[in-house]
């Protein structure tokens, strides 16, 4: 479980690299990063559903991250994807990278080994 917390922290700071030596562009960066915010959040309510199943969070922590994610990731994110199909320039805001966090660092608090 460690493994997958450290992947998630992981995806939100680090924006994907890609196999060729060249610099990527600032356009290919910002998708990217976009698609990594995204993930990163399906990937810890995933966590936070596999959690709840293997009985390592309650109903209600579990909830708690369902919640974050349908009332504001979610609503940022789907923001977010239609300002990049409109305007080049706009991608993951710094808000939504930091609500995308706040949901890795929810489902991290309720999976600490020391309160099972």
Excluded: W
Excluded at 82 to 102: E, G, R
Aim: proline residues 5%; charged residues 15%; glycine residues 2%.
């Amino acid at each position: 479980m460690r493994t997958i917390l450290a992947i998630l922290c992981l995806a939100l700071a680090v924006p994907m690299v890609p196999g060729c030596k060249t610099a990527p562009s600032e356009r290919v960066v910002a998708v990217q990063t976009l698609r990594a915010v995204g993930s990163s959040a399906e990937a810890a309510v995933s966590l936070s559903a596999q959690l709840y199943r293997d009985g390592k969070i309650t109903a209600a922590q579990s909830r708690a991250v369902i919640d974050l994610y349908d009332q504001k990731v979610q609503p940022a994110f789907r923001l977010a994807v239609t300002a990049a199909k409109s305007n080049l320039d706009s991608f993951a805001s710094p808000d939504l990278v930091n609500l995308a966090s706040q949901l890795t660092a929810l489902v991290s608090e309720y999976y600490n080994p020391t309160h099972r």
